[in-house]
Structures are given as structure tokens and as C-alpha cells.
């Protein structure tokens, strides 16, 4: 939303995300063998090949994998090639729902379809209430099966709308989420922890394939040229221990975050808005002021967001992007997925 105010107020240029590049690294143990050993070796590769030879061509359209998201650029046994190669590149994912609404019949269609949060190695979904989401599917990334409830974090989910670029004011909000999320423990399985908008379409085959090196030190993906925005948040475990661990750390970060202003009626944002940036601002402003202060680095990967409020003047779900943001029917949602698919 930053964003988009800025190109309407004509103080940022606008632009495309790139492509992302799709990168398979081979590596090669260094230590020495013996000549028997050598042999065996030689002779376990030649039946490799000689396997891989008599299996069917590949086609050119890509397959979807078990959670329905397409390897870019591979199908049949190159995936499963690739997906072996892809050393710690597991997914927590989690996502915060209104407990009724067009968000709510959203999540519970990707849950149908095992698209979404419910295409990660693991994941869970939040509301301030239990709610069912429905009977998950075997097909989901994790392995969806039987009935699907929210985690309840309590509280209302409504918040004040304000700030200079009249964004949600939802910082305590998702404190108690990340408080949720600390209390079950659940990422700590988990190479990557992936918050998502339930209105972003996530491909998250593309994003193990983004993260082919876990940096030895606590990291976060940063997905905008304008900073972290809220869609889709990539935190490496390292990363993600440190966010939780050091809440404390930033209590004045929250407290810059959650003070309000004064706000008028501004005609070219078409919402109220106010003039101090400092202050009033949603809860991905806060994780990227407080995120640096707790020694997570940032890593920018523009290629994992396309968004208008990130410069983008149309939605290409084509553009070989991780995620693409927003979709908030199904059908816009489904439709967006089938095109990244058909351009991978």
C-alpha cells in the first residue's frame, strides 16, 4: 500500500519483478577412495545412465507436484531429481484468516486443493477463534488428512487503519500470532518459516529452489526494492528464533508502530491517510525495523513478490515470481496458479 501511494503521488517509479532463475547446485564430497571403491562407484553410475536413458523422454508441460505446484522447467524424473538435490529447503508455512468471510471460504478452498500454506512440509493457520476449515485433502504439501481447525490466538482481529499510507495498524495483532507460533514450536522442524496472506498465490516449489543454501546465520528473504512487505515473509530458522526471542527488543518499535495520528481524507490515495512516517504502521514495517536490530540479515529477492503496492502496474502471474499478490476470490486465486504453471 506504501507503495501504491507513492506511485500515485508520483515519488517512486514503477517496475516490473524480474524473473526468478531457477538453480540446481551439484556437490561433490571431497575425500579420497579407494580404487574398489572408485570402481563401484563408476559401475553404480553407469547403470544410473543407463536407467535414465530407458525411462520416456519428458514432455515439455510442466508436472504438478503433490501439492499442486509445478517445478519450473521439469517434469517427471528431473523433479524428483531436483527435489533431492534441494538439501534444507523444508517449509513451515502459516497464515492468519478472519473467522468468517471471503478470507475464510478462500483458505478453506486452498485447503481443498492443497494449494497455499497446505502445499508446505508444514503448517499451520491462525484465527482469534477455532474454526473449521473442513476436511483437508492427501494431496496437500504436508499431508492434509481429516478435519482442519484453526489455532486461536484470542482477541479481536480488527484493528484502525491509518499511518501515512492509511495501512492496517495490525502490529499487536500479529505480536499474538508470532506468539502462536513460538508456544506451538512447529516451525522449529522446519528449514524456512513462510508467513502468507491467504490472498497470495504461493508457489512453493519455486521458492525451494530459491533456497538451495541456508545461510549459516539468521536471515530473512527481503521481497520489495521498497522493503519487506506483508504478503509473503521468508525467515530462515536461525532467523525466525532470533524474531521471537528478541520481541522485547523492539517494544519501542511496536510502540512507534501502533501510536496514532491524525489522518484526513486524501484524494489521490482515495482513503485517509496522515503525514508522519515514523509512526502508524503495519506489522511488516515493524518486522523490517526490527529484524536488523536482532542481527538478521537481509537477503533481497525481488523475485519472490509481484504486487502492485511493490511497483508492479498489472498482476503477470507469468513473470516467473514466487508469489502474487492479491487474489481474494478462488477462482482469480486458481486462475493466477494456472498461468504461473503454464509459464514455468
Known amino acids: 500500500e506504501e507503495a501504491v501511494a507513492q506511485t500515485l503521488l508520483g515519488e517512486a517509479a514503477g517496475g516490473t519483478a524480474l524473473g526468478a532463475a531457477a538453480v540446481v547446485k551439484r556437490r561433490s564430497p571431497r575425500c579420497s577412495a579407494a580404487p574398489a571403491l572408485v570402481a563401484a562407484a563408476a559401475t553404480a553410475a553407469a547403470a544410473t545412465a543407463l536407467v535414465l536413458l530407458l525411462l520416456p523422454w519428458p514432455s515439455s508441460r510442466p508436472v504438478l507436484t503433490s501439492g499442486g505446484s509445478p517445478l519450473r522447467g521439469a517434469t517427471g524424473w528431473e523433479e524428483a531429481i531436483m527435489e533431492k538435490q534441494q538439501v534444507g529447503s523444508s517449509l513451515y ?156 527488543q523492539c517494544s519501542d518499535i511496536r510502540d512507534d508502530a501502533m501510536q496514532p495520528q491524525p489522518v484526513y481524507w486524501h484524494p489521490l490515495l482515495k482513503r485517509y491517510a496522515g503525514d508522519d512516517e515514523e509512526h502508524s504502521f503495519g506489522e511488516d514495517e515493524y518486522a523490517r525495523r526490527c529484524l536488523p536490530r536482532l542481527g538478521v540479515q537481509k537477503i533481497d529477492e525481488f523475485s519472490l513478490l509481484t504486487e502492485k503496492a511493490c511497483g508492479a502496474e498489472v498482476y503477470p502471474c507469468n513473470s516467473g515470481a514466487v508469489a502474487f499478490h492479491p487474489f481474494k476470490q478462488a477462482d482469480a486465486y486458481f486462475e493466477c496458479a494456472r498461468l504461473a504453471g503454464a509459464a514455468a
Open 93 to 248: 508455512c502459516f497464515a492468519l484468516v478472519m473467522p468468517s468471510g471471503d478470507e475464510l471460504e478462500l483458505t478453506k478452498a486452498l485447503l481443498g486443493r492443497g494449494a497455499g500454506p497446505f502445499a508446505c512440509d508444514g503448517h499451520e493457520v491462525f484465527s482469534n477463534v477455532s474454526v473449521s476449515l473442513g476436511l483437508g485433502s492427501v494431496l496437500g504439501g504436508g499431508g492434509v488428512s481429516g478435519e482442519v481447525v484453526t489455532v486461536p490466538i484470542g482477541g479481536s482481529l480488527s484493528c484502525a487503519y491509518g499511518g501515512r499510507w492509511g495501512t492496517a495498524l495490525n502490529t499487536d495483532i500479529f505480536i499474538r500470532v508470532w506468539n502462536a507460533v513460538s508456544s506451538s514450536g512447529k516451525y522449529q522442524s522446519y528449514d524456512w518459516t513462510v508467513k502468507l496472506d491467504a490472498d497470495c498465490v504461493f508457489l512453493p516449489q519455486r521458492l525451494r529452489m530459491m533456497l538451495t543454501a541456508i545461510p549459516s546465520t539468521p536471515a530473512y528473504l527481503n521481497n520489495c526494492k521498497w522493503g519487506l512487505h506483508g504478503p509473503i515473509e521468508v525467515l530462515n530458522r536461525l532467523g525466525m528464533q532470533a524474531f521471537l526471542a528478541g520481541q522485547s
